[in-house]
């Protein structure tokens, strides 16, 4: 081997000796640098690589261990061996304060001369060479140990801390200077997450048993400053050589946050996530309950199935966020009317079920019903907005309904939509008859997807007539179905399963681009029409591209807006004020007529009416239809002509019958009718051959 020696020593002698000695190495090579002082010593050693040093410990610039340490301080590393009279005498030859340690060795001048030299020089190196190894390998072990994420504590046979990585500190909150030499039991206390008890730490375990443990599941451990942790570990025992135990080692991690997200799921698998109510899964187990604690009590029980009316317009016109917050509410309010021992839960979307316990007649049920519709009709205050909702609740008993829960819930979904097709905002009990129309509803939705692929719509055109002129002034789109095999169906049997499975919104389209063709067509031909009307649902006037929709299907049509007038009831316009405004002047921009369709049939407010840049006011035929025979009626029809008048609104009556009712709409000055005496409605090419008639 070729390594490096430092002689420093002001004995020339020594150096001489030395110089020869080492030189008669056959096997190694050596570099000999010298340094008389150990200024010189010191400079050389930051210059060059030193293997060992043979320090003479008296110097002109340095004496004793004085020297040594001013060494050491700068080369920690390098073996020293120091130059001595007699090994028997030392260190009776020097005084006290010469006396150092950690040096590696001494060499006597009386061996100068001999082999010893090279074979101590070689021993002190190689022996140096194995602890530095020894100390790399400790510290790339400790600095695996700092970086991975699990703490490390470590002890020795008396369960005394001796080691603890980064991790371990953060999570004991103590360093391993304070640790080091303590119990395990002070630096990690244990206490049972649920007695709340001291427990034995796991390695004393280890160290009596000389087998591997854990600790508990749930344990917790308590820390200086109070705070708790749920942690995980490993502990085994450290053997020897020989294989004796000499220690333990201990591997945890904090599992605070998995357990306490162990536990969100666990709770979130049986609850709605926006609302906290149970789901369907908690739900079908407490009704399972409710049902074993009825047969015991020869009891009944109630399940309460409630559907938002008209949610789905205000989720698609102000965004999913105003309709979290509107679930939000309602939960809050469904809660407020049951007692505490009901349940209301969350199917998803806008569904709620109630199980109603101990329910001997259904009375619970139906006040319970009442009180939720009465509680809903109070305006609600979300976000910015003020918004009205309703309820349609349907009620099943058991075991009159249904003798397990799939049952129950599904007999009362199906009053539920009785209770839509009464008009909404009221609750109905289950009725065997109810499957029946269930089941036909279910058909009409699926023939309808059918219908919308196979094209089996058509429109339909019923004139508007100037009651001064007699003419034709314009006409109203209604939509027909023609099944195959049903024949012709009206519109009261499918526009309400078309609203609720959100079909209408394909459907809408096709009616209102089919109109504006049919426009164009009779516009291009010459007809002298001022507009066509197209019915608006909810569904569609309450979605954020609806002006934009139109927008783009004039313009595929080539239709000037002007021609066009959009019908909407006023009960839809109402349910947002602000936005209904915002939507129709995005229309009005485009120069479409807005008509407000079955006028006094809902708020029939003169301080709203006056906020909608509306054109045109259709009085219900409801209304119409009692003219002559009922005075309140007439005196309702009269004020709403009236004061359409007087905001220059354009008046039409809808359902005229009967000449008697076109005399006194004429009295009042009724700019326009439509009806049945004027014309059913009818195909293109019939009412463009009326047309040419008039």
């Known amino acids: ?88 005498c030392y260190p009776s030859q020097h005084h006290q304060a010469t006396l150092v340690t950690g040096v590696a060795g001494y060499l ?101 048993s000389d087998r591997p443990g854990a600790l508990p599941s749930g344990s917790l451990l308590i820390r200086p400053d109070g705070s708790e942790l749920n942690i995980e570990d490993s502990t085994a025992p450290v053997h020897d050589g020989s294989g004796c135990i000499v220690g333990a080692v201990m591997v945890f991690h904090d599992i605070t946050a998995t357990q306490a997200m162990s536990a969100k799921m666990a709770y979130f698998a049986k609850h709605d996530f926006l609302t906290n109510l149970p789901n369907r899964i908690l739900l079908n187990d407490r009704i399972s309950q409710a049902i074993n604690y009825a047969n015991r009590r020869h009891n009944q029980l109630a399940i309460l199935f409630l559907d938002l009316d008209n949610f789905k317009h205000i989720n698609d016109s102000l965004g999913h966020p105003i309709g979290d917050l509107l679930l939000q509410s309602v939960t809050e309010l469904l809660c407020s009317c049951v007692r ?14 109630i199980l109603i316990n101990e329910d001997s007649s259904g009375e619970n049920a139906s006040l319970t019903a009442s009180k939720i519709l009465r509680v809903l009709s109070n305006a609600q205050h979300v976000g910015e907005h003020v918004l009205h909702v309703t309820a349609s609740i349907g009620i099943s008993i058991y075991p009159n309904d249904g003798e397990n829960a799939e049952t129950l819930i599904k007999n009362a979904d199906t009053a539920m939509y009785q209770a839509k097709e009464k008009g909404k905002n009221n609750y109905q009990f289950f009725k065997k008859e109810m499957n029946e129309r269930a089941v036909e509803r279910q058909l009409i939705e699926s023939q309808l997807r059918l219908a919308i692929r196979n094209q089996e719509f058509a429109l339909y055109y019923q004139p508007k007539i100037s009651l001064h002129t007699g003419k034709i002034t314009g006409v109203e789109a209604l939509l027909r179905w023609n099944h ?100 129709l002047r995005e229309l009005k921009k485009m120069g479409i007529q807005i008509a407000v369709d079955d006028f006094g049939t809902g708020y029939s407010s003169l301080s709203y009416l006056k906020k909608f840049p509306i054109d045109v006011l259709k009085i219900d035929q409801s209304f119409v239809r009692d003219i002559g025979t009922v005075d309140e009626n007439g005196a309702i029809v009269s004020a709403i002509i009236a004061m359409g008048n007087s905001l220059n609104y354009l008046v039409v009556a809808e359902g005229v019958e009967q000449q008697n009712q076109v005399n006194f709409l004429k009295k009042l000055y009724c700019k326009e009718a439509q009806g049945y005496l004027f014309g059913s409605p009818m195909n293109a090419r019939n009412f463009i051959d009326m047309l040419a008639e008039k």
């Open 108 to 208: 006597a001048r009386a061996t100068f001369s001999s082999l010893l030299v090279i074979q101590t020089i070689r021993n002190v190196i190689l022996l140096q060479s194995q602890r530095n190894n020894q100390l790399i390998e400790k510290a790339r072990a400790e600095i695996i140990l700092d970086s991975i994420g699990d703490a490390v504590i470590g002890t020795d046979l008396a369960g005394n801390v001796d080691y603890l990585n980064l991790a371990a500190e953060q999570l004991t909150q103590w360093t391993r200077t304070h640790a080091c030499g303590r119990a395990i039991a002070d630096v990690m206390p244990i206490v049972n997450g649920l007695t709340r008890k001291s427990a034995r730490n796991p390695v004393m375990l280890v160290l009596e």
């Open 340 to 353: 505490n021992s009901d349940t209301v839960s969350r199917q998803g979307g806008d569904e709620f079920i």
């Open 1 to 88: 081997m070729n390594k490096s020696v430092l002689i420093i020593s002001q004995v020339a002698d020594d150096m001489r000796r030395l110089i020869k000695a080492i030189s008669q190495s056959q096997s190694d090579q050596f570099t000999i640098k010298t340094a008389i002082r150990l200024s010189e010593a010191l400079s050389t050693i930051k210059a060059h690589h030193i293997d060992i040093i043979l320090l003479d410990l008296t110097l002109p610039d340095s004496h004793g261990g004085d020297s040594f340490d001013r060494l050491i301080k700068v080369a920690p590393h390098i073996p020293i061996l120091i130059l001595i009279d007699d090994p028997l």
């Open 484 to 583: 195959p095999l049903w024949g012709n169906i009206t519109p009261s049997r499918f526009i309400g399963i078309a609203e609720d499975s959100g079909l209408i919104i394909e459907i809408g389209r096709w009616v209102l681009n089919e109109a504006c063709r049919q426009m164009k067509i009779w516009r291009d031909a010459g007809a002298n029409l001022n507009n066509i009307a197209v019915n608006i649902s909810a569904l569609e006037f309450r979605r954020l591209d609806f002006a934009n929709t139109v927008a783009k299907i004039l313009a595929a049509c080539g239709l000037d807006g002007k021609y066009l007038q959009l019908e909407i009831t006023e009960s839809v316009l109402m349910r947002d004020v602000d936005l209904s405004t915002d939507i």
